[in-house]
């Protein structure tokens, strides 16, 4: 079972990008999903979230009004489009899958994948 981040680049302020998290050896269908990120020198922190339907997502606020999450259950995978990017959004960023429930603590999830690198330059 894995999650395979991909998506991530260099880019200039005011720019964007999409990240794509792609599952495989089971079906995450039925699975929260949702992002995490990284900065230099941070700890891990939320980044946005999103139910197994597509219809409820919720957001870090610092992120709120730029990132998009949502999710393509028929190709197990889910995406954050990154519109407006800051300098402060420079980090790896991780995605995530849990059965239940995605904590903004990140405390007790299912799946992680490998962490995707985005450096914004001002």
Known sequence: ??????????VQ???SLRLSCAGSGRTFSNYV?????QG????REFVARINPSGRSTSYADSVKG????SRDNAKNTQYLQMNS???EDTAVYYCAADRTII???YVGIDYWGKGTLV????
């Open 1 to 10: 079972v894995q999650l395979q981040a991909s998506g991530g680049g260099s």
């Open 119 to 122: 450096t914004v330059s001002s």
């Open 103 to 105: 904590r903004t603590d």
């Open 13 to 15: 302020a005011g720019g």
């Open 40 to 43: 230099p020198g941070k700890g």
């Open 33 to 37: 999903m949702g992002w995490f990120r």
């Open 66 to 69: 730029r990132f998009t999450i």
């Open 85 to 87: 990017l800051e300098p």
